[in-house]
């Protein structure tokens, strides 16, 4: 699915026009005639709900009510009223309304479905994605219809694990924008936009029972939304994939399940699935250990036209995730679920103790010392990390200074506001110059709120975006196997109910993830859920990484980062060939081979150098 969004403007049949030219595109018209929806989508895809003269699409997996939603449409006196149509629905989409000459455009909460949008010739345009209103904004300025990309938007990519919020939300397409989250865009009819804040995340307050309840009756629906045709389903055995296998076989789903075999004879993932396909009598099972499939971090699987907003998050098991969707599109399915968003939500983040120690300073002391001994964490860190009162503006403002430091090692408490992101050692001084210029800048400048002001929310929100933001890109970059993949743990209503939990109550000793746990009782045998082991993949990156280190050496020899002056390849040759000990050591090579691929593939503008916004060839 693909699609651009227009004003209800006089000047919309315009900015359509070159939209259009292809036989397969789409067109939905607001109530004037202009062009309101312009795209590709399989009808299962679009719900158009109509109340007179306005119009609301739901673009995605949902189940919608229509009376009730036309009814709503109908009695709304403004934009704002629609808040709570999309709070009702369950699933994961994108809501579009075309009302009274305005257009309101919004995707979800953790950007697995979002809205970007640009200036198109003095109108503001919104899409799913950045490229083409790159494009778009280019061939309306008479200019070069290639795209242009911003050079430190790259640089910053280079961040390990990932750039800090609010920069992780920025495209690397130059003049295009991200709709921030928890807002919505709304079009003017004179081609003005406005982004409103809709949703804020709730207050952590309900006790377990009550927020596992509402996890569970999320659960349900959400992945219900997607079960109207065949599905499949990763099996690991862990908890949080396992459970949505089962949740699709209670909404009565024609279930596919997949399991690959862990390369560690010590991970028990595959006992625990084949524990759990037992009780899916129903499902198809298929359990993969082929040891030719691809492996983590191989080149030639990253380099594609497939995936055009930028570097993929995940680029190390792209190959690997092509395999399993070929496997599962035989047995007929078009949507695949994977667990991605149950470890953000129900496991335990450091910082939780950091949010603990101020709502419960004695009590809470027995829980910092276990949490303590069990992660080995030195006692000066731990403290340090715990009184530490900055600001989340000072925060950020002090990671530009932290870029070339050693990454943090296991035994530190890391209870800041979120991950401390460092420049491999590779980067090269522009790229950490620009990098830092960019957090100074944001932080001094922009003054960014974080989106809880409790460290806790505010990273578990936070990660939820980097998951959603990984899966969007996930599923377009392999969008021409035919099967979606979809995160059910990642939709907007599990969200906002796993976020209601009180930060005490995801900290209980001995119960792992003991919110879902709760929440799933019943529909996932008890069997499974007394599992406490959780599968490590440690061995998964460094077979890939051995099988796979000439080629990585090859890249060295002609790099397209290097040529943007942002890696040295010299010394990424000399990490390659160095001794890793650590999976954790590995981590910095993704997210530069996520940025090298890229500009290798076709998706990256025609000459990646001469393409960059404000250099010329």
Not at 326 to 334: E, F, I, K, P, Y
Not at 604 to 610: E, F
């Amino acid at each position: 699915m693909e699609f651009v969004v227009l004003p209800d403007s006089p000047a919309a049949p315009a900015v359509a026009e070159p939209l259009t030219r292809a036989a397969d595109v789409r067109v939905v018209h607001h109530a004037s005639g202009r062009p309101w929806l312009v795209g590709r989508w399989a009808d299962e895809e679009l719900t158009l709900v109509s109340a007179g003269a306005r119009r609301l699409a739901v673009l995605g997996r949902s189940t919608v009510d229509r009376h009730r939603t036309e009814r709503a449409l109908a009695q709304a006196r403004s934009l704002s009223r629609l808040d709570d149509v999309a709070r009702s629905l369950p699933g994961c989409f994108h809501l579009v309304a075309s009302f009274d000459g305005w257009t309101r455009a919004q995707g979800s909460l953790s950007t697995a479905r979002q809205i970007f949008h640009a200036d198109v010739g003095g109108v503001t345009v919104a899409a799913d994605g950045p490229r083409r209103l790159a494009q778009l904004a280019g061939t309306r300025r008479g200019g070069d219809a290639t795209p242009a990309v911003d050079r430190d938007m790259l640089a910053l990519r280079l961040l390990a694990p990932a750039p800090p919020w609010p920069l992780s939300l920025r495209p690397v397409w130059s003049g295009v924008s991200a709709l921030g989250v928890g807002h919505r865009l709304e079009l003017g009819p004179d081609g003005s936009a406005r982004e409103v804040r809709w949703w804020r995340p709730p207050e952590p307050d309900a006790p377990t029972e009550q927020a596992a309840e509402r996890v569970r009756r999320a659960l349900l629906a959400c992945v219900g939304a997607r079960t109207a045709a065949t599905v499949s389903a990763d099996l690991s055995g862990g908890l949080d994939s396992t459970s949505l296998c089962f949740l699709a076989d209670a909404a009565g789903a024609d279930l596919v399940t997949h399991h690959w075999t862990p390369a560690d004879p010590a991970n028990d993932d595959t006992e625990w699935a084949a524990r759990a396909a037992h009780h899916l009598p129903g499902a198809r099972h298929h359990v993969g250990a082929d040891h030719s499939a691809p492996s983590w971090y191989e080149t030639t699987a990253t380099v594609d036209s497939g995936h055009e907003e930028g570097p993929l998050p995940w680029a190390r098991t792209r190959g690997h995730t092509r395999r399993l969707l070929s496997t599962v599109a035989a047995d007929g399915s078009r949507c695949h679920l994977v667990g991605v968003g149950g470890d953000e939500l129900f496991g335990v983040l450091p910082t939780a103790l950091w949010s603990l120690v101020r709502s419960h300073p004695l009590g809470s002391l027995p829980r910092i010392h276990r949490f303590r001994v069990l992660n080995r964490w030195t006692l000066t860190s731990t403290v340090r990390g715990l009184a530490d009162s900055a600001s989340f503006t000072a925060w950020l403002r002090s990671t530009a200074d932290r870029l070339t430091e050693p990454a943090p090692g296991p035994g530190d408490a890391l209870l800041g506001w979120g991950w401390e992101p460092r420049l491999p050692p590779w980067a090269t001084a522009a790229a950490v110059d620009a990098v830092r210029r960019l957090l100074r800048e944001t932080a001094e400048q922009e003054h960014p709120a974080p989106h809880h002001r409790d460290r806790a929310q505010h990273q578990m929100l936070d990660i939820v975006v980097q998951s959603g933001s990984a899966m969007r890109q996930l599923d377009a970059a392999l969008g021409d196997m035919g099967v979606a993949c979809e995160a059910p743990f990642l939709d907007d209503r599990v969200v906002e109910a796993a976020l209601s939990v009180r930060i005490a109550d995801r900290l209980v000793s001995g119960d792992f993830k003991p919110v879902l746990r709760r929440a799933v009782r019943g529909i996932v045998p008890d069997e499974i859920l007394a599992r406490r082991s959780k599968g490590e993949f440690s061995a998964e990156a460094f077979q890939g990484m051995r099988r796979n280190r000439a080629d990585l050496l090859d890249l060295c020899d002609d790099l397209q980062l290097s040529r943007l002056g942002l890696v040295d390849p010299d010394a990424l040759r000399t990490s390659l060939l160095g001794l890793k000990t650590q999976s954790r050591q590995l981590v910095p090579y993704e997210n530069t081979l996520a940025c090298e691929s890229w500009l290798r593939s076709a998706a990256a503008p025609a000459s990646g150098v001469a393409a960059l916004a404000g250099e010329t060839p």
